[in-house]
């Protein structure tokens, strides 16, 4: 099953599905040595998502900036690697999507309670654009906010549920997107949490 509401944006409905226990447990591993928690912003303001990272490097937030760090700030390690068996899923997601050759050096985990929401922003602190994006959705559903390439262009609406995984490249890779405060569930799997992964190469 696969859609296809923009061009350069593909959404494979249920394409992790029978990766999901595997994923689940590699992510309780990843965030217990890189435990979820709130950034603050540049402005101040503390993000309503709980946030870890893996990979060669991991985006962090802080009053200084937003930026990539080879460290977690709050552990002064290295991030956790990201599980060998990842990165065949997203590659052959990417490339059903028309992307050759994705191969991430960074997954963001972001971990929804009921009522966190992610604001509309673009993903821009990457180095080389050509490069998409590739998103994995676990538990309570969202409403995804597909917007264009300015804030006040007119935005679309995706429910992004279990299993669901999601592309985005060429002309959409810097496309304003969000997710709307998070409604209150339980999930058989995740309990009250959504968890989204996001693959990216911060490096070029
Ligand atoms: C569209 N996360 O971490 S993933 C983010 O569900 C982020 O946690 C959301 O946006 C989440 O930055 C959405 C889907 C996604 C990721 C990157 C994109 C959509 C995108 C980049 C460009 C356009
Ligand atoms: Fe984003």
Do not use: A, F, Q, R
């Given at each position: 099953r696969q859609e296809k509401p923009e061009e350069g944006v593909v959404l494979l409905r249920q394409f992790a599905r029978a990766n999901v226990a595997d994923m689940l447990q590699d992510i309780h591993q990843i965030t217990e040595k890189s435990p979820f928690r709130h950034m603050l912003t540049p402005g101040g303001y503390t993000m309503s998502v709980s946030t870890s990272s893996c990979g060669t490097?991991?985006?962090?937030?802080?009053r200084k900036s937003y930026r990539y760090s080879p460290y977690d700030p709050e552990t002064g390690d290295h991030w956790p690697v990201i599980p060998p068996s990842w990165y065949l899923l997203v590659h052959q997601a990417a490339h059903l999507a028309g992307f050759w050759d994705f191969v991430p050096d960074t997954c963001l985990i972001n971990r929804y309670a009921p009522g966190n929401q992610l604001s509309l922003h673009q993903d821009?602190?990457?180095e080389d654009f050509n490069v998409p994006i590739v998103s994995v959705s676990f538990g309570l559903a969202a409403t995804f906010f597909l917007g264009g390439m300015t804030r006040s262009s007119k935005v679309q609406r995706l429910l992004?549920?279990?299993g669901d995984v999601l592309v985005f490249g060429g002309p959409s890779r810097l496309r304003y997107h969000g997710i709307a405060p998070v409604r209150t569930g339980h999930h058989p799997v995740t309990g009250p949490y959504r968890i989204n992964l996001t693959f990216r190469r911060a490096l070029g």
């Open positions: 490097i991991g985006w962090i937030s802080d821009k602190d990457e992004l549920t279990h």
